[in-house]
């Protein structure tokens, strides 16, 4: 959420930097800060009046041992209790109105970004140069099913469009990746935490998926007195609810984490003709970084998760470009973020493999996840980043496509090697 804070100090400033992120707030902040005003006002009526039954309830034993009579007093105290039960009721009522708009509100872009959308989108560094063939290539698609790496058609006999099946080295092409990334994560320090692939509403709404885009996630049917479970879009998700509600020491910062998980998408049904085979899918693997940080290091942590991910990029040889988005392309939830993009040769075009980002403290006053400097200091809120450390679904149709050879077969890069055992990967048919 956004600190009501700056929302009361600066409206204007808060409704401009929504703008740029392409949503019109201004309607929505006048009516956040008259619920403030109406609710702080009710809180202290309502004490205000217990404060009174309090009062009135400790006259009763002193007017009884006077012989007085006590009725007006417990007349006034109904009374009281009746203006005490409208009040919470009418308090609960602006608190519901009050915490709908807040958390429907996206965090604010940082102010470097260019406003807009991806039109406005930054290119700010390039690595190598594009793949040049002597010979004609092929697609991922005819490459992956030459090779017998992808099975496209059992797939969808198995669950529809926008799955498939690795097999055979195609399975262990992608198992190496993960084994790649892996092992590279925690050569750097970073803890792995294999995660529920089911998850509760809290969670979506501690990354601020939820409650606007609850619809956009898979749930799971249940009995009405189980507990609602929805399948995690990203192991993001999961990794910023570790400290849900929870105080941490500063000795403990920064918390760095890695995860493995399957991510389930219900958007990737929307097909664009160059999307297809393993680049836009309802079902692709995964592996997550998160960092929990105080505030005054998030910008620096910011860059480490950037840089991690373009060493990975970099470690398997592809050409790249890392892109600055500007704030109507960040998630409603981050303040900036930073793309790497590959270059897919069949698609002219580049694919995005990791997104990073710093969300700032907006998840962390979702979740109540805070730190104290020093003991009995007053707590604060943490930051926390993500970034993609990488996904594979576009990572290995660029493998096949830039690594391809004239006879058809696939040189596999050398730091996969050691993980799937061969050098090159030979068409079958």
């Known amino acids: 959420m956004i600190d009501i804070k700056l929302i009361k100090e600066n409206p204007e400033d808060v409704v401009a930097r929504l703008a740029a992120k392409g949503k019109d707030a201004e309607n929505e902040i006048k009516r956040i800060l008259e619920l403030d005003e109406e609710r702080r006002s009710l809180i202290a009526e309502t004490e205000n009046k217990k404060a009174e039954q309090n009062k009135q309830t400790k006259l009763v034993p002193q007017l009884k041992k006077e012989g007085k009579d006590v009725t007006p007093i417990f007349a006034k105290m109904k009374e009281l209790g009746a203006e005490v039960k409208a009040g919470e009721a009418k308090l609960a009522e602006v608190e519901a109105e009050y915490n709908e708009l807040m958390l429907g509100l996206p965090n604010l872009p940082d102010r470097d970004l260019a406003p807009g959308g ?6 700010i560094r390039y690595y190598g140069e594009p793949h040049v063939f002597d010979f004609t290539p092929k697609n ?6 030459s090779c017998g790496l992808i099975d496209y058609e059992r797939g ?14 195609g399975a262990r092409l992608e198992w190496a990746l993960l084994n790649y990334f892996i092992d590279t994560h925690l050569g750097d320090g970073y803890e792995l935490v294999l995660v529920p692939h089911m998850l509760g509403y809290e969670c979506g709404l501690t990354a601020g ?12 049917d249940t009995a009405e007195d189980e507990r609602r479970r929805f399948m995690l879009p990203t192991a993001e998700t999961a990794l910023v609810s570790l400290h849900r509600d929870e105080i941490l020491t500063e000795a403990d910062l920064p918390k760095k984490y890695i995860s493995y998980t399957p991510c389930f998408r219900r958007e990737a049904g929307s097909y664009r003709a160059d999307e297809r085979g393993m680049v836009r899918g309802h079902q692709f693997n995964k592996v997550e970084m998160v960092q929990y940080t105080k505030p005054e290091d998030s910008d620096a942590a910011f860059e480490e998760l950037v840089g991690k991910a373009e060493a990975l990029v970099k470690g398997l040889g592809f050409h790249f470009r890392t892109v600055k988005l500007a704030a ?4 409603a939830s981050m303040a900036r973020t930073y793309d790497i993009e590959i270059h897919i040769p069949s698609m ?13 403290d907006y998840q962390a006053r979702r979740g109540m996840m805070r730190f104290r400097r020093n003991e009995g200091g007053k707590p604060e809120f943490l930051h926390t980043l ?6 594979t679904s576009r990572i290995l ?23 799937i055992g061969v050098d090159v990967i030979k068409p079958i048919k």
Do not use: M
């Open 397 to 419: 149709p660029a493998i096949v496509e830039q690594n391809q050879n004239a006879d058809g077969s696939v040189t596999v890069p050398e730091v996969l090697r050691k993980y």
């Open 156 to 169: 969808v006999k198995l669950s529809g469009n926008g799955f498939w099946i690795y097999k055979g080295l």
């Open 209 to 220: 998926q939820f409650p606007k885009f609850k619809d956009e996630v898979y749930w799971l």
């Open 348 to 360: 002219d075009g580049y694919k995005e493999v990791s997104s990073v980002s710093n969300a700032r």
């Open 386 to 391: 993500n970034g993609s450390g990488l996904a």
């Open 328 to 331: 109507a392309d960040c998630s």
């Open 140 to 145: 991922h698609v005819d490459l992956c099913t």
């Open 118 to 123: 991806k039109e406005n989108n930054e290119p």
